[in-house]
């Protein structure tokens, strides 16, 4: 079946493959366009280089008009960013434009990762660290950006988180 | 007008100068000086790095600042000698835009040009109804992607002010 979100969603994949936006990738799972994997690249010049974050975007029927649910699949130690992956972000709630698509979406988390609104905490300790320990939550940081690139296989980073030191 | 065209610096990636309108003076083969009025030109190329200089400066008209008998109105001054220039615009170059006078604007919303159906029209097959609705905000979309997004919420997608619809049609 063909819907409106669908074809705006193959749109939106064909967007990002002619106009790939720097450090974000995302691609629709192969047997459904509403269930799309990504991957941020940490932004340089933050605790978060060279992190590669896993996440998920679901779309509706609804969308473009309704926005889809982001989460990070990857584990995530950020102020907006909630313990099961889910991120506050205003842009994907009551900040909602029809005019934004996958690229625009994933850019903005990427800026999110930038600049975190510790105003708005999702994840109150990693908040009250970058408000007032700023060497604490980059250690914290730095550990979460090794955990990324551990998670390939769910296997392997199970394993692997086992036998990490604590 | 037949320019001089002699120096190796011409062969170097040209300056792109926006001038102002009003009057420039160049000397042609002969050296006499010819004035150019550009007041109808918005682009010009201009390759002498002396020139440029002198015409970004400039306000209007490009006579060489110096000089005491130059003009500094838009009239011909014929009785100027190679002496009294400053500089020399060897090469001169216009530049040309033009556009189809027709939309061709994408609509933000399904991304589909507006001059064609929107996604869902095109789905359903529907291409006579599918009209474009302005915005007072002058923002234009699809009606039927506008109509299905104000349900949601009363504000134009791009500049989130409140949507009051200015007209609808082709």
């Known amino acids: ?166 | 007008m037949s320019l001089i065209n002699e120096s190796p610096v011409l062969n170097e990636p040209s300056l792109y100068t926006k001038l102002v309108p009003g009057v420039i003076n160049v000397l042609d083969k002969d050296e006499n000086l010819n004035t150019i009025n550009i007041n109808n030109l918005n682009k010009v190329n201009s390759v002498n790095e002396g020139s440029t200089k002198e015409l970004k400066s400039s306000t209007g008209q490009a006579n060489c600042l110096d000089c005491p008998n130059s003009s500094k109105t838009s009239t011909v001054s014929s009785n100027s000698t190679k002496k009294d220039t400053v500089f020399t615009l060897k090469k001169w170059n216009l530049v040309a835009m033009w556009s189809w006078d027709v939309e061709c604007e994408v609509c933000a919303i399904c991304r589909t040009p507006l001059m064609d159906s929107c996604l869902k029209c095109q789905t359903d097959n529907k291409h006579e109804d599918c009209v474009v609705v302005w915005g007072e905000c002058n923002h234009s979309f699809h009606n039927c992607c506008m109509s299905q997004w104000i349900k949601s919420r009363n504000l134009c997608p791009l500049c989130q002010s409140e949507w009051h619809v200015q007209r609808i049609g082709r």
Not at chain 1, 112 to 135: I, T, V, W, Y
Request: some cysteine; charged content about 25%.
């Open chain 1, 1 to 166: 079946m063909t819907t409106t979100a669908r074809r705006r969603l193959m749109r939106d994949f064909k967007r990002l493959q002619d106009d790939p936006p720097v450090g974000v990738s995302g691609a629709p799972t192969d047997n459904n366009i509403m269930l799309w994997n990504a991957v941020i690249f940490g932004p340089h010049d933050t605790p978060f280089e060279d992190g590669t974050f896993k996440l998920t975007l679901v779309f509706t029927e609804e969308y473009p008009n309704k926005p889809p649910t982001v989460r990070f699949v990857s584990k995530m130690f950020h102020p907006n960013v909630y313990a099961d992956g889910g991120i506050c972000l205003d842009i994907l709630q009551n900040r909602w434009s029809p005019t934004y698509d996958v690229s625009a979406i994933l850019t903005s988390i990427q800026s999110l990762l930038h600049d975190p609104n510790p105003n708005s905490p999702a994840n109150n300790e990693a908040a009250q660290l970058f408000r007032e320990n700023k060497r604490e939550y980059e250690k914290r940081v730095q550990q979460i950006v090794q955990e990324s690139w551990l998670d390939d296989s769910d296997d392997e980073s199970e394993q692997n988180k086992n036998e990490e030191p604590k």
